[in-house]
């Protein structure tokens, strides 16, 4: 994919980033992907846990054309040289339309409709387990089988940067459901673009070309003021600066989450998009994806 030029090599020479106008603590470049070492390093983390304040001590770096983002190196996976990073997949998010995007996976998942009398492997333990699960229409309600559009753009309540800031420290203090953040720069134009920067894997089941992703990344980026906070080996974490603020608004997001990453709502906590709309959506300054 096309990419802006990649300051990261000079940290070789000059770990603490002087050179760049920063003061990094020390910390790893990783080149490592599925298929060897990359020609240039992928990005930076840090060797030490991250702790609130980290995030908002690289803003400096953006300057540089190195763009923040917390990687959790405590899963089972370990940290990203053990994630099969793949940039040689990666088309450029540029070049897709994020509603043509949105618009192909709701088609292909809110029309997959299972034919609710027919047995399948596992389902008297899922209804042992979870109970009667509601029928597709009532899943995906109040919308249909055809794309219901994208939502509108609320006001922001916030600067995006600012709200990312917050969300980070949250997420790098005490009681945080990551395990081991670690704070991380990427060469990316926008914050939007970094999963596809690196090769990040984590849709891999419902997307391999992690760049049409970062086209809907860069159209929530305009309309919602996200940014992409953290990311560990299947899940991404992004802050939200301009959420929706009524049920209609939140349930019309919700629609596109659906089509972004179905596994929200077909494998989540809440059994049904309005549902999710409520719990998750709704005032939300934090919109995390997780894929099977």
Known sequence: MATLPNPLPRLTADPSG??????????????????????EPLLWHAEERAVPGGWAALSAARSSGLLPVLLDVGGPQNGPEDWELSPDE??????????EVLAEFWETYAADEPDPDQDHPGKEKVVEVFGEQPAFDERIAPYGPGWPGQAAAPPLDADPD??????????????SWLKDPRVALVPARRSADIPAVIGWPGPLNHENDVARLCAVLRSWEDRFGIRVVALTFDQLVLSVAAPPSTAAEAEAVAAEHF??????????????????????????????FWWD
């Open 162 to 175: 600012a709200r990312a800031a917050e969300i980070a420290d949250s997420l790098t203090g005490s009681g």
């Open 18 to 39: 002087r050179a760049l106008g920063l003061e990094l603590p020390p910390g790893r470049l990783i080149e490592a992907t599925i298929d060897g070492p990359w020609h």
């Open 259 to 288: 089509a972004f990453c179905p596994d929200n709502i077909t494998q989540g906590h809440h059994e049904t998009l309005r549902e999710y709309a409520e719990r998750e959506v709704l005032n939300g300054r934090v919109w995390s």
């Open 90 to 99: 990666m088309s450029y998010p540029g070049d897709h339309d994020a509603e």
